[in-house]
């Protein structure tokens, strides 16, 4: 449809800087946004009109007789990611059974009682995702309307619900699990997890294929329960995790390795070494350091004839770093390293690269940046977290297709 639309206005302007004509386009534009979306909006209700089967129909399933109540029934506010509009409420009466009803919302593709469009509140829900709801609120205000934070957390919450993550039957049959701890309100300790579920892709890189939060080494179920079909799908599957599997019980092709995440290892021994009263940097201290990296270091790509010497060779060592904690009485690092020692070259002994480890911890990294700012309630933990991974991982992006250009000509 082709519209004829003026802007004729008078304004009055204090000075010519374009920091003052900034503000004086922003308050404008909100202006000329509505008699735009007005303009359209009685053109395209006189068109419907006209139309002899109506795109709207009555409760009664009347689709053709209607006639107009009125034009401009009590204005509604409508919240755009630029401005909030206020717009006519048009009012069209059924002439079957009489009954009235209100036809702006259904003709801006906005859901009934609703005060914004879903891609708005995807727009907004995709801002907190990616920013601190206090830095989206700034941010929104500065260049549009300005969202109070409660308004983008509660389009975080809406929209993040409606995503949901799977394995992708396409991409490889490899996942691994793990967990990273986020603050909650009202408890000190980081009292519950996020638990990933990540797919290895084909060509490279992975994909974020379950989100589950729970407690600490418990609440796996959650994060296997949602895959177990489609686990089902794969001739074979290998997942990796530290994490309780036993709701995949009786899943045929599962293959599972309890695998020590070797990334993890280091840096836990390091905590076990100062419970022992290891000084940082001491000389048993470098020892135990410089020899946990080389032993958990695993080189990618090695040939199978090589695992074998490979695996042999570290284990030799670990037995040895055990001797050593054992000797010097560090009872704690004793302990830790006995514990490890049966996983962690599960992988690896398999003839599978046992690198459990870069890929789920940049992942955290992307987790962290966003959940460390500030406390959370679970679901809001888990909702703001879909999106964030869902972007970064997964290619969501709250606009489901490309912007369409127009044409549009001066007069
Ligand atoms: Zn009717």
């Known amino acids: 449809m082709k519209i004829e639309y003026n802007v004729n206005y008078s304004i009055e302007i204090r000075n010519c800087k374009i920091d003052h004509l900034t503000d004086v386009f922003k308050q404008l534009f ?3 946004f ?3 979306v007005k303009a359209v909006l009685k053109q395209f209700g006189d068109d419907f009109m006209k139309m002899k089967k109506k795109p709207f129909h009555c409760l009664c399933g009347n689709d053709r007789n209607f006639i107009w109540k009125t034009k401009d029934a009590k204005p509604m ?5 630029f401005a909030d509009l206020i717009l006519p409420q048009m009012q069209v009466q059924c002439k079957d059974c009489g009954k009235k009803m209100f036809i702006s919302r259904l003709l801006l593709g906005i859901e009934r009682y609703q005060k914004m469009s879903t891609l708005t509140e995807r727009i907004l829900a995709f801002v907190g995702g990616l920013a601190t709801f ?3 609120e700034k ?3 500065m260049v ?3 969202f109070n934070r409660m308004k983008v957390w509660r389009c975080v919450q ?3 619900k409606t995503i949901s993550f799977d394995l992708d039957p396409k991409q490889l049959p490899y996942g691994e699990a793990d967990g990273t701890g986020i603050p909650i309100v009202g408890i000190k300790k980081r009292g519950q997890e996020l638990k990933v579920f990540i797919q290895k892709k084909v060509g490279g890189g992975v994909r974020i294929a379950g989100l589950a939060i729970g407690k600490y080494d418990s609440d796996w179920a959650e994060l296997f329960a949602p895959l177990r079909d489609t686990i089902m799908s794969f001739k074979n599957f290998l997942l990796v995790t530290d994490g309780d599997t036993s709701i995949l019980n009786g899943v045929k092709c599962l293959n599972v390795i309890f695998q020590r995440c070797l990334w993890h290892i280091p840096h836990q021994l390091k905590y076990c070494m100062w419970k022992d009263g290891v000084k940082k940097k001491s000389a048993n201290w470098k020892k135990i350091m410089g020899k946990i990296f080389d032993i958990s270091a695993i080189r990618p790509y090695l040939e199978k004839d090589d695992i074998d010497a490979v695996i042999q060779e570290k284990r030799a060592r670990l037995d040895e770093l055990i001797s050593f904690c054992e000797k010097k009485g560090y009872k704690a690092s004793t302990a830790y390293l006995i514990n490890a020692r049966p996983d962690m070259f599960s992988a690896l002994e398999k003839r599978l690269n046992g690198k459990s480890s870069s890929l789920a911890e940049r992942l955290m990294k992307t987790v962290n940046m966003r959940v ?7 679901d809001g933990a888990l909702n703001a977290m879909k999106l964030r991974l869902a972007h970064y991982y997964n290619g969501w992006t709250p606009y489901e297709s490309e912007i369409t250009p127009v044409n549009i000509q001066r007069i």
């Open 30 to 32: 909100v202006m000329v």
């Open 34 to 36: 509505s008699d735009f």
């Open 77 to 81: 506010k409508i919240t755009t990611i």
């Open 134 to 136: 206090r830095t989206s």
């Open 139 to 141: 941010i929104l205000g």
């Open 144 to 146: 549009g309307v300005s």
């Open 158 to 160: 809406k929209i993040g």
């Open 372 to 378: 460390n700012v500030g406390k959370w309630s679970p």
